[in-house]
C-alpha cells in the first residue's frame, strides 16, 4: 500500500511538473499568436496603402497622358501656325 502511495505522489509530481510545463509553452504561444495577429493588421494596412498608391498612380499616369496629348496638339498647332508666317 506504501508503495502504491508513493507511486501516487511521484505521477501527481510529474503531472504537476507537465502541467506547468505545458502553461509556460501557452503562455509563449499566446504571445507569439499575439503577435502574428499584429503583423496580419499590419499587412491588412499596407494593402490598403498599397492599393491607395496604386489607384493614385493610375489616375496620376491618365492626368498625364491627357495633358501630354495637349501639349502635343498645341505644339502641332504652334509648328502649323510658324510655318504659315514663314
Do not use: P
Not at 13 to 21: D, F, G, H, N
Not at 22 to 34: I, V
Request: charged fraction near 40%; glycine fraction near 2%; proline fraction near 0%.
Amino acid at each position: 500500500m506504501q508503495e502504491k502511495l508513493k507511486q501516487l505522489e511521484l505521477l501527481v509530481s510529474q503531472v504537476l511538473a507537465r502541467q506547468k510545463e505545458l502553461q509556460g509553452e501557452n503562455t509563449a504561444l499566446k504571445a507569439k499568436l499575439r503577435s502574428l495577429e499584429d503583423g496580419v493588421e499590419k499587412l491588412k494596412a499596407v494593402e490598403s496603402e498599397l492599393k491607395d498608391v496604386k489607384e493614385w498612380k493610375r489616375n496620376t499616369q491618365t492626368a498625364l497622358k491627357r495633358l501630354a496629348a495637349r501639349l502635343d496638339k498645341e505644339i502641332a498647332k504652334a509648328q502649323e501656325e510658324e510655318k504659315k508666317i514663314v
